[in-house]
C-alpha cells in the first residue's frame, strides 16, 4: 500500500471526559518510485476521531445506567 494513515489512541483516565483521551495520527506518503515519507496528521482530523471516540463514549456510559 502507498499511503497509509497511522492512529495512534491513549486512554489516560477512567474518567469521561474530553482530556482523557489523546489521538494522534501520522500519514505516509509514498511516489511512483517507493520514495516514502511520514508526515504529521491533521490536527483537524484528529480533533475529529476525538469527538466521534468521545461520542460514543458517552453513548455507551448513558446506556449502562
Known amino acids: 500500500q502507498k499511503n497509509m494513515i497511522k492512529l495512534t489512541i491513549n486512554i489516560i483516565s477512567n474518567e469521561i471526559s474530553p482530556m482523557s483521551i489523546k489521538v494522534k495520527s501520522q500519514k505516509k506518503e509514498c511516489d511512483k518510485q517507493n520514495n516514502c515519507k511520514i ?3 491533521d490536527k483537524n482530523f484528529e480533533s475529529k476521531v476525538k ?3 468521545f461520542q460514543k463514549v458517552r453513548e455507551i456510559s ?3 445506567q
Do not use: F, P, S, T
Request: proline share 0%; no cysteine.
Open 62 to 64: 448513558v446506556a449502562n
Open 51 to 53: 469527538d466521534g471516540i
Open 39 to 41: 508526515l504529521e496528521g
